[in-house]
Nanobody, 127 residues
Framework: QVQLVESGGDLVQPGGSLRVSCAAS????????VGWFRQVPGQEREGVSC????????FYTGSVKGRFTISGNRAKSTVYLQMNSLKPEDTAVYYC????????????????????WGQGTQVTVSS
């Protein structure tokens, strides 16, 4: 059973930067993907980005492309989401999730394709 723990959420001013982390335990191979989702109360969970740990291939949803960067450290089983040029609309609880490599296939992320989820970390962008 893969367990995920997010960290790094904080309050940041518009235009600022923040890095959130996702540490995985119980991983038995590199053939998995990690995705970042975010959710605002009353709205559906939105897929933000994902990475395949085996080859480093990535995907970003349009609203964060060019501002967010996902990266992975296979040795530490940790995935990072570097968020730059943050906007108030980026405010949400950010969740990481793990699934098969197929869950990160250059298309919109589907929550149902990810098996394990972290507890979430709050990111607030406000002046």
């Amino acid at each position: 059973q893969v367990q995920l723990v997010e960290s790094g959420g904080d309050l940041v001013q518009p235009g600022g930067s923040l890095r959130v982390s996702c540490a995985a335990s119980g991983v038995t191979s590199d053939y998995y993907a990690v995705g970042w989702f975010r959710q605002v109360p009353g709205q559906e969970r939105e897929g933000v980005s994902c990475i395949r740990m085996s080859d480093g291939s990535t995907f970003y949803t349009g609203s964060v492309k060019g501002r967010f960067t996902i990266s992975g450290n296979r040795a530490k089983s940790t995935v990072y989401l570097q968020m730059n040029s943050l906007k108030p609309e980026d405010t949400a609880v950010y969740y990481c999730a793990a699934g098969s490599r197929l869950a990160c296939s250059g298309r919109r992320l589907r929550p149902e394709e990810f098996d394990s989820w972290g507890q979430g970390t709050q990111v607030t962008v406000s002046s």
